[in-house]
T-cell receptor, first 114, second 117 residues
Framework: DTGVSQDPRHKITKRGQNVTFRCDPI?????LYWYRQTLGQGPEFLTY????????KSRLLSNRFSAERPKGSFSTLEIQRTEQGDSAMYLC????????????FGPGTRLTVL | AQKITQTQPGMFVQEKEAVTLDCTYD???????LFWYKQPSSGEMIFLIY??????QNATEGRYSLNFQKARKSANLVISASQLGDSAMYFC??????????????FGTGTKLQVIP
């Protein structure tokens, strides 16, 4: 069984460009989460999917951010018109059908906006 | 108020010794869960141990144990027989809310542990 995977692992982009990240959860997990982690901080929640439905979004998720999980399997996180403040590690996690299940994280995508 | 407080930004421990990483939490929800994750320099968050608010006994997983003191709202991680590979950031996290719905997880700011040979 493979864990959560994320692609790409690193992304360098220029300010104003759009970027898209992909997350593949553990296959039997129906819940998927996106977090953002800046230097010296713990991960901060961005958004949550149960199957294909996006059920929760943080106020941190500005209108430049959009996430999808079209078939309830992999998910994408897109950032439009990137800003230098978007530079961070973007982490994806997945968990099983019960809300008390542990979240397992992927390796993250490190975004650098120049 | 901070939901999760980790007061030790950095810790040193001698190899083969035990170390305790502190975590206090704040919630009014009677049903919650406490987690510890390890984050090596590679960036991946590795799940270590979980304690539910209704669990009667402290959780243990190999060399990791969680010292859960509910009345004091503390959930310290104890690592026994430290190894060089234990050098990493350690995050305490809390899930609030019971079964059903979204499980909001809040993380602390982490403790950087360095194991000295």
């Amino acid at each position: 069984d493979t864990g959560v995977s994320q692609d790409p692992r690193h992304k360098i982009t220029k300010r104003g460009q759009n970027v898209t990240f992909r997350c593949d959860p553990i296959s039997e997990h129906n819940r998927l989460y996106w977090y953002r982690q800046t230097l010296g901080q713990g991960p901060e929640f961005l958004t949550y999917f149960q199957n294909e439905a996006q059920l929760e979004k943080s106020r941190l998720l500005s209108n430049r951010f959009s996430a999808e999980r079209p078939k309830g399997s992999f998910s994408t996180l897109e950032i439009q018109r990137t800003e230098q403040g978007d530079s961070a590690m973007y982490l994806c996690a997945s968990s099983g059908q019960f809300s008390t299940d542990t979240q397992y994280f992927g390796p993250g995508t490190r975004l650098t906006v120049l | 108020a901070q939901k999760i407080t980790q007061t030790q930004p950095g810790m040193f421990v001698q190899e083969k010794e035990a170390v305790t990483l502190d975590c206090t939490y704040d919630t009014s929800d009677p049903s919650y869960g406490l987690f510890w994750y390890k984050q090596p320099s590679s960036g991946e968050m590795i799940f270590l141990i979980y304690q539910g608010s209704y669990d009667q006994q402290n959780a243990t997983e190999g060399r990791y144990s969680l010292n859960f003191q509910k009345a004091r709202k503390s959930a310290n991680l104890v690592i026994s027989a430290s190894q060089l590979g234990d050098s990493a950031m350690y995050f305490c996290a809390m899930r609030e809310g019971g079964a059903g719905g979204y499980q909001k997880v809040t993380f602390g700011t982490g403790t950087k542990l360095q194991v000295i040979p």
